[in-house]
């Protein structure tokens, strides 16, 4: 009987461990799959960035360094811009990162993403803004309306794809 019991719940075990893996691939939210992409190591720091920088009085996000992925940094000119009247290409993905405190740590993170194909897609971009814990404060559900995000990035001159660093720092 004991054997039984013992057989018994490891077949459970191995059950439960298989179950939380693939729970982990399949159900994870687009927030926590793009909080995971954003905050993986291998993103290139933008060259005029190289240290926290102090923000456009604009912006209201805070002490930033501003980060690319390998596609959205080919995408980049010598001088570290997207030139004029150019698009950033699809999968591009650019990530701010916010310091409250200058000499502090990362304290949340601010992301664009070009995925034209995406049901919350605003601009070419998805949109989004959480915590250094993952915890969501604008989730791309929101498209980049609440965060105001759209309604600053929008309608610039020079039109570089909606983004503001580049005529700004
Ligand atoms: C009040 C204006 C304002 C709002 C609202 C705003 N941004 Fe920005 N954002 C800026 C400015 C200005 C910059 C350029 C860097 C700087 O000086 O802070 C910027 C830079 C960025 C960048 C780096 C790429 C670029 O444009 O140069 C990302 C990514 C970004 N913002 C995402 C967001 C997201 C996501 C939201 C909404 C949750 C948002 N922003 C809301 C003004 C704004």
Redesign the pocket.
Same mark, same amino acid.
């Given at each position: 009987m004991k054997k039984y019991i013992l057989i018994f719940s490891s077949l459970l075990l191995t059950f439960a461990l298989f179950q939380s893996c693939s729970k982990d691939e399949d159900t994870k939210t687009e927030d926590e799959k793009l909080v995971a992409e954003a905050t993986a190591s291998g993103l290139t720091g933008w060259v005029r960035t190289p240290t926290v920088t102090a923000?456009?009085p604009?912006?209201? =996000?805070g002490n930033?360094r501003?980060w690319f992925n390998s596609i959205a940094f080919n995408a980049l000119d010598g001088s570290g811009n997207l030139p004029v009247g150019k698009s950033f290409p699809t999968g591009s993905l650019?990530?701010?990162t916010i310091y409250a405190v200058p000499t502090g740590p990362v304290t949340s993170y601010?992301?664009?993403k070009k995925d034209p194909g995406n049901v919350n897609v605003n601009g070419g971009y998805i949109?989004?803004?959480f915590n250094k814990d993952g915890t969501i404060n =604008?989730s791309i559900t929101e498209k980049?309306v609440n965060?105001? !995000?759209v309604? !600053?990035?929008y309608g610039v001159t020079p039109n570089r794809d /909606? !983004? /503001?660093?580049?005529d700004?720092?």
């Open positions: 923000p456009d604009v912006s209201i =996000h930033f501003i650019i990530v701010k601010v992301v664009m949109w989004a803004d =604008h980049g965060g105001g !995000c309604s !600053c990035h /909606l !983004c /503001l660093a580049f700004r720092h």
